[in-house]
């Protein structure tokens, strides 16, 4: 009776601690918002960036902070934001248009994206995984069925085939979607006046000017330099503390 | 008698010889020249050679300005042909090359009894300096005759600006019969500039001084990077030849050592290399250093001046020549010529205004080794902010060493026709935007001014991809225990349809060899009537699936449908059965009559559902 007690007593306080972080968050997040509509943009970042720090990431969280960047002519960091409400929601109309805006008005550079790429953005990455996985076990199912049974049924055989062949394309597309050009190695920049250069020195030639804002795909990364493909299919050495990952 | 005619034998062979030697005795003279080519101090041999004379009278020095020239020594000479013989004497004459210049040795006069001969006039060249090189269009030549190898750096020019590309190439000369092989280098040495990579340019024999030589041809682009005077040089080269292996033992003089002159081929091994084995060793060979004199580039620098030196021109196009304010025009600059590429950068806007330009792309073909001479092209893809009639000026400057001044290229004008007045606006922003989504901003509207803020956080999510985190792996234990569950379930139905096959079976075989039994004469009634109840208890309990135990005689009438003389057959059939196992009638008959055998026979046989 006293173990029971002191089970619902725990269960309480895990749902009364994440009740009370949610509405804490909230609290901060309305704040943000208000120094936002009062003009307070930099305030405003402070207020979202904690939020962000604290792990509390939601799309709406980084839209909202893009456009405080944006307020504050930061484009970099805006387009940064956007592409993070993005990458969490795809279909963010809000987050979609505003990035467009930002990336005019800083004249960003974006990765061209191959064409498996393009045809496999019907869907995400999340739900590629979720099609897989779901493929998988019909297709085990009807196997299993399939070994067990005394007559081998046709259509249990093309459901099974089918199934499998499901999976396969959706594990590969899973693969080209996080390894491509907008997945897990997408980054920003957010410095000013980035040049891509040959060598990691910055004494050495440049290849290309990269606005802020400019998207590159981390390639590898040594020391204080990361090695990165960039727009119009070139790749060089661009500075690491000025460029931002998407996804955290 | 016979001693006398002897005698006239040998007079007369006598005689013919004198005769003989009389002729081939009509005096001539040559001369020659060691090598017609020399430097100051490079000493050179001149032979006067006199045939068919004894005492003839030459002088011991001849007197050409420029040149010392001292009889050293003669040496005589027979020769027998065909019985006829012939004499001469060659007079040794050393010519010191004492300045530059082509030297004329006139023709000497040589006083052979009473008549006199002329040698012919002779001609040698004189450099100021063993290094050649800096002269084009010159052979190369070892400085010593008796080198196994050589190298020769060559220059066209002896000054340069900074930072202006000098075409090089390294001659490598390597007596074939040494077996050479390169082992290390070539390599440019000296400091104060950056040479490119050498590319072997190519490999023919030559003949130098007398000596064939395989001379192999690099070439390479050199820049200096000061400015100041310094050496070019010298270029070394690691050879690994093959040598005598006892070069001081007496030997014959080889056809290659033609003064004697210790040449190290005139050794037996170079005539026989089976007969003995040569040494292999490292020979490094070094060219000698030119003086370079490298002078600064001129101050007054146009602003496009980006370090290009050399001779360019520069063809432009853009496309497409008709586009809205905003949409992107790609403008193509082509620079062709000859020079340092890897400075030449992108043609400058002459005027930017109301243009965005975005950071260029270029593209390096050379058309020669080392890239001196080639094209590079720029795109740079620039948009209208407003109407504009044409594509403003671009313009490329460099240095021209010849003209020794900078150069400014221009575009010629391109005419494009930009439509609308103004940059898109923020339509995309606006058509996309969710009407029920909470607060506009506070701060004005610009022309493209983003939307507004979201009040609600909405739920926390995260970056990491479904399939990397645990709750997706966790989770597809509910589809795999489902996934066993069947498994376990269809093969546990499938034991057991086999055992239910297994008693049918068994049932099966049971009521044939009854059947067989009852056909038989030879059992007693108690058992054939036990035998003929258990194949209908049997029959029964495989049509009904029962166990044949609990099949009496109603329940097997009801299983196969008897009507009233069927059923009461059957019925006596198991009171028959029962009588003779329980009440001892089996002491009786010991035989069962044929008819009853027959009507038993009969009612089971006709059991059927």
Redesign the interface.
């Known amino acids: 009776m006293k173990g029971r007690t002191l089970l619902v007593d725990l269960c309480c306080a895990v749902i009364w601690t994440c009740v009370a972080a949610s509405a804490f ?2 609290t901060d ?2 704040k943000a ?1 208000q120094e ?4 307070h943009f930099k305030e405003a970042i402070g207020g979202y960036e904690t ?1 962000v720090r604290s ?7 980084f ?2 902070l893009g ?1 405080a960047y ?2 504050t002519s930061d484009f970099g960091r805006a387009i940064l934001n956007y592409e ?1 409400a993005l ?3 795809r279909h963010h ?2 987050a ?3 990035l ?3 990336r ?2 800083a ?1 960003a ?1 974006e990765m061209q994206q191959s064409w498996p790429e393009r045809y496999l953005q019907f869907a995400s ?2 739900q590629y ?2 099609a ?2 779901i493929a998988f ?1 019909v297709g ?2 009807c196997t ?2 399939l ?2 049974a005394r007559r081998r049924s046709a259509r249990l055989i093309a459901l099974s085939l089918l199934s499998f062949s499901v999976c396969a394309l959706a594990i590969l597309a ?1 693969y080209e979607i ?1 390894n491509g050009s907008k997945g ?1 190695a997408l980054a920003i920049i957010t410095g000013d006046n980035v040049q891509a250069r040959l060598a990691t020195a910055d004494t050495a030639n440049s290849i ?2 990269l606005p802020q804002g400019s998207e590159i795909k981390i390639l590898s990364t040594r020391g204080d330099w990361i090695y990165a493909a960039l727009p ?1 299919d ?1 790749r060089g050495w661009i500075p690491a503390k000025s460029t931002e990952l998407v ?2 | 008698m016979h001693s006398s005619r002897i005698g006239l034998v040998l007079i007369a062979l006598i005689a013919v010889l004198g005769t003989n030697t009389a002729f081939a005795e009509s005096p001539s003279v040559t001369a020659v020249l060691g090598n017609s080519e020399a430097v100051v101090g490079q000493m050179v041999q001149m032979e006067i050679k006199v045939t068919g004379a004894n005492n003839a009278g030459l002088p011991t020095e001849i007197s050409v300005d420029g040149l010392e020239i001292h009889q050293t020594g003669t040496s005589r000479q027979f020769e027998m042909h065909n019985l006829t013989t012939s004499s001469s004497t060659v007079y040794i004459y050393t010519i010191l090359p004492l300045k530059p210049g082509t030297f004329a040795i006139p023709p000497q006069t040589i006083r052979v009894g009473s008549s006199s001969l002329r040698t012919p006039a002779l001609k040698l060249n004189v450099s100021d300096s063993p290094n050649r090189s800096t002269r084009s269009n010159q052979t190369a030549q070892p400085a010593n005759t008796n080198q196994l190898a050589f190298a020769e750096l060559i220059v066209p020019k002896k000054s340069a600006f900074v930072g202006e590309i000098v075409p090089a190439e390294i001659r490598l000369g390597f007596d074939p019969r040494a077996h050479p092989k390169l082992i290390d280098g070539p390599e440019v040495s000296g400091q104060g500039f950056t040479a490119q990579k050498l590319q072997q340019g190519g490999e023919n024999l030559e003949t130098i001084n007398g000596r064939t030589y395989d001379v192999v041809t690099f070439k390479t682009a050199i820049a200096a990077a000061r400015a100041g005077k310094f050496d070019l040089g010298p270029v070394k080269a690691k050879v690994q030849v093959v040598t005598p292996r006892a070069p001081g033992t007496r030997r014959s003089r080889s056809p290659f050592d033609l003064f004697n002159l210790d040449d190290p081929f005139s050794d037996p091994f170079f005539s026989d290399p089976f007969g003995q084995f040569g040494e292999r060793r490292e020979v490094e060979i070094n060219s000698e250093p030119i003086a370079f004199e490298v002078k600064p580039l001129p101050a007054n620098a146009p602003a496009s001046f980006s370090g290009a030196i050399g001779n360019f021109t520069m063809t432009t196009e853009a496309k497409p020549n008709s586009v809205q304010v905003g949409d992107p025009i790609t403008v193509t600059s082509t620079i062709s010529g000859r020079g340092n590429f890897d400075r030449v950068n992108a043609p400058a806007l002459e005027d930017e205004h109301g243009w965005h330009k975005y950071p260029p792309s270029s593209k390096f073909k050379q058309d020669d080794e080392v890239g001196i001479s080639g094209t590079k092209t720029f795109e740079m893809v620039v948009s209208p902010d407003e109407k504009k009639q044409s594509i403003p000026l671009l313009a490329f400057s460099y240095f021209d060493p010849v003209k020794e001044r900078y150069m400014t290229l221009h575009s010629d004008p391109i005419a494009i026709t930009v439509q609308g007045g103004a940059a898109p606006g923020p339509s995309v922003a606006a058509q996309s935007a969710s009407p029920t989504s909470a607060t506009t901003s506070a701060v004005p509207a610009k022309p493209q001014d983003i939307l507004y803020q979201l009040t609600e956080r909405g739920s926390v999510q995260s970056f990491t991809p479904l399939y990397v985190r645990p709750i997706f792996w966790t989770a597809q234990l509910i589809p795999l225990l489902a996934l066993l569950g069947l498994a376990g379930w269809k093969m546990r139905q499938a034991r057991i349809g086999n055992r239910e096959a297994r008693r049918i079976a068994a049932l099966q075989h049971e009521a044939a060899e009854l059947m067989r039994k009852l056909r038989r004469n030879d059992v007693s009634p108690q058992e054939y009537y036990a035998e003929a109840s258990r194949v209908v208890r049997v029959k029964a309990a495989l049509a009904r699936n029962a166990d044949p135990n609990t099949i009496d005689a109603e329940t097997a009438a009801d299983t196969f449908g008897l009507n009233g003389d069927s059923r009461e057959r059957l019925k006596r059939l198991f009171e028959q059965s029962d009588e003779l196992q329980y009440s001892g009638a089996h002491n009786g008959s010991k035989r069962i009559s044929p008819e009853n055998r027959r009507d038993v026979l009969e009612l089971i046989e006709d059991l059927r559902v």
């Open positions: 968050a909230q997040f309305d918002n936002y509509a009062q003009g939020l792990g509390q990431w939601s799309a709406n969280l839209y909202d456009n944006f307020r993070r990458a969490l929601e109309p809000e979609a248009a505003n467009q805006i930002a005019d008005e004249r550079l990455l999340n995984s979720i897989a996985a076990w085990a199912f299993v069925v070994i067990f899973t996080d897990r290309l000017a119009n070139l996804r955290m």
